[in-house]
T-cell receptor, first 114, second 113 residues
Framework: GDSVTQMEGPVTLSEEAFLTINCTYT??????LFWYVQYPGEGLQLLLK?????DKGSNKGFEATYRKETTSFHLEKGSVQVSDSAVYFC?????????????FGKGTKLTVNP | DTGVSQNPRHKITKRGQNVTFRCDPI?????LYWYRQTLGQGPEFLTYFQNEAQLEKSRLLSDRFSAERPKGSFSTLEIQRTEQGDSAMYLCASSSGTYYEQYFGPGTRLTVT
């Protein structure tokens, strides 16, 4: 079945450092790919998405490119802020058989120190 | 637009009791999803409604679990004869169409003692 593998956390960075969180996936079809973020005490929020190969999703300075050849969707940000401290989830939806479910990775906790 | 709401936010129950959770989606959203999240894991899909029709159920949804969305608006998730392994955060999400963003509620944290 479909699956998502994220790099293990936690990740601790200093403010203004470069962030990469790796995400790879296994899917039977051509999935849409998502990054969700969960800030402390809040619900999951969509951060960015990409629906086809070579698409780049971007939001709030974060970017991720849909790489079909490497089945990857790595999250990057050039300069993190303390306010980026959160748990980040990579997810896919492949739509096979009309399914609309999201399949999530385990999440990566990011802490940014001032 | 007040977002997706879930009640209660926390529920503590004894093993063997029945519990029911409620989810109110964003008003114009016709799709509603339930997920379960345990500590250190990502959310796992349980079931999905389009309007009042339950269109997909996960194998995780044992016969002790039942979900309804009787008028295509709010939804309830009932767990009968709760077990300690049911302790988790139960998340509800809604969307307005296929491949549209799923908006998540704050979740109901269930603790079975």
């Amino acid at each position: 079945g479909d699956s998502v593998t994220q790099m293990e956390g936690p990740v601790t960075l200093s403010e203004e450092a470069f962030l990469t969180i790796n995400c790879t996936y296994t899917a039977t079809g051509y999935p849409s790919l998502f990054w969700y973020v969960q800030y402390p005490g809040e619900g999951l929020q969509l951060l960015l998405k990409a629906t086809k190969a070579d698409d780049k999703g971007s939001n709030k300075g974060f970017e991720a490119t849909y790489r079909k050849e490497t089945t990857s969707f790595h999250l990057e940000k050039g300069s993190v802020q303390v306010s980026d401290s959160a748990v980040y989830f990579c997810a896919l939806s492949d739509g096979q058989g009309g399914s609309e479910k999201l399949v999530f990775g385990k999440g990566t906790k990011l802490t940014v120190n001032p | 637009d007040t977002g997706v709401s879930q009640n209660p936010r926390h529920k503590i129950t004894k093993r063997g009791q029945n519990v029911t959770f409620r989810c109110d989606p964003i008003s114009e959203h016709n799709r509603l999803y339930w997920y379960r999240q345990t500590l250190g894991q990502g959310p796992e899909f349980l079931t999905y409604f389009q309007n009042e029709a339950q269109l997909e159920k996960s194998r995780l949804l044992s016969d002790r679990f039942s979900a309804e969305r009787p008028k295509g608006s709010f939804s309830t998730l009932e767990i009968q004869r709760t077990e300690q392994g049911d302790s988790a955060m139960y998340l509800c999400a809604s969307s307005s169409g296929t491949y549209y963003e799923q908006y998540f509620g704050p979740g109901t944290r269930l603790t079975v003692t």
